[in-house]
């Protein structure tokens, strides 16, 4: 993958000084991280390739846990209303992989904030940044699902108005375009919701952008 950051509040400062060993583990997992795929089960869209959530978030939960990244972390019961577990963590990195609607980014924004004010602990270390790692707009994916370019807009948004001050650094994951590139195909056991494999393959495809458009889409080759 091609990452893509965008940083608030200072957070590149934080990162460089503080958790460098931290960034640098992260980004090895993104950069090495195959384009995972599936077939579309949305009316109009049955059967295209979209983007795979299930397979790209297994990979990276695999890869983190290998280099100590703490999995699932609980929120605590005061906070509880904002959801049950942050993505991961480490050394005081909060990491949340947000693939889902794109509503829910707020409330990843909001929650994050509530931590770092109340000096929520990674491994014994208070939170000092936040990251927040989103895919381009360039893959075809589910409705409504959060994309980098519109995160960013509404973080920017926010930043501008001060709404936030937590450390947050927003990572965007990109493919080259009109250029062959290695991708994982995956079937699952039912159409939706379904985390459990029925046959997964390698293959090759193409994403192209339709001329004066901002759609892309994917082709098998």
């Given at each position: 993958?091609?990452?893509?950051?965008?940083d608030?509040?200072?957070?590149s400062?934080?990162?460089?000084?503080?958790?460098?060993?931290?960034?640098?583990?992260?980004?090895?997992?993104?950069?090495?991280?195959?384009?995972h795929?599936?077939?579309?089960?949305?009316?109009?869209?049955?059967?295209?390739?979209?983007?795979?959530?299930?397979?790209?978030?297994n990979f990276?939960?695999?890869?983190?846990?290998?280099?100590?990244w703490?999995?699932?972390?609980?929120?605590?019961?005061?906070?509880?209303?904002?959801?049950t577990?942050?993505?991961?963590g480490?050394?005081g990195a909060?990491?949340?992989v947000q693939f889902?609607?794109?509503?829910?980014?707020?409330?990843?924004t909001?929650r994050?904030?509530?931590?770092?004010?109340?000096?929520?602990?990674?491994?014994?270390?208070e939170?000092?940044?936040?990251?927040?790692?989103?895919?381009?707009?360039?893959?075809?994916?589910?409705?409504?699902?959060?994309y980098?370019e519109?995160?960013k807009?509404?973080?920017?948004?926010?930043?501008?108005?001060?709404?936030?001050?937590v450390?947050?650094?927003l990572?965007?994951?990109?493919?080259?375009?009109?250029?062959?590139?290695?991708?994982?195909?995956?079937?699952?056991?039912?159409?939706?919701?379904?985390?459990?494999?029925?046959?997964?393959?390698?293959?090759?495809?193409?994403?192209?952008?339709?001329?004066?458009?901002?759609?892309?889409?994917?082709?098998?080759?």
């Amino acid at each position: 993958m091609i990452v893509t950051t965008t940083d608030y509040n200072s957070s590149s400062k934080v990162i460089n000084e503080f958790l460098k060993d931290e960034w640098n583990e992260l980004n090895e997992v993104l950069v090495n991280l195959p384009l995972h795929l599936k077939a579309s089960d949305q009316k109009g869209k049955q059967g295209t390739p979209i983007f795979d959530v299930v397979g790209t978030n297994n990979f990276i939960k695999e890869k983190l846990v290998e280099k100590g990244w703490i999995n699932s972390i609980p929120i605590p019961s005061n906070y509880s209303f904002l959801g049950t577990d942050i993505d991961f963590g480490k050394s005081g990195a909060l990491l949340e992989v947000q693939f889902s609607n794109y509503p829910f980014l707020l409330n990843n924004t909001l929650r994050s904030e509530l931590l770092f004010k109340s000096k929520f602990k990674v491994g014994d270390i208070e939170t000092k940044v936040v990251i927040i790692v989103t895919k381009a707009h360039m893959f075809p994916s589910s409705n409504s699902t959060l994309y980098y370019e519109q995160a960013k807009h509404q973080l920017n948004a926010m930043a501008k108005n001060a709404l936030f001050a937590v450390p947050i650094r927003l990572v965007g994951l990109f493919e080259e375009t009109n250029k062959r590139i290695p991708a994982i195909w995956t079937k699952y056991t039912s159409k939706r919701y379904s985390r459990k494999i029925s046959k997964q393959k390698d293959i090759v495809i193409e994403i192209n952008r339709r001329k004066r458009s901002k759609i892309f889409s994917i082709e098998v080759i």
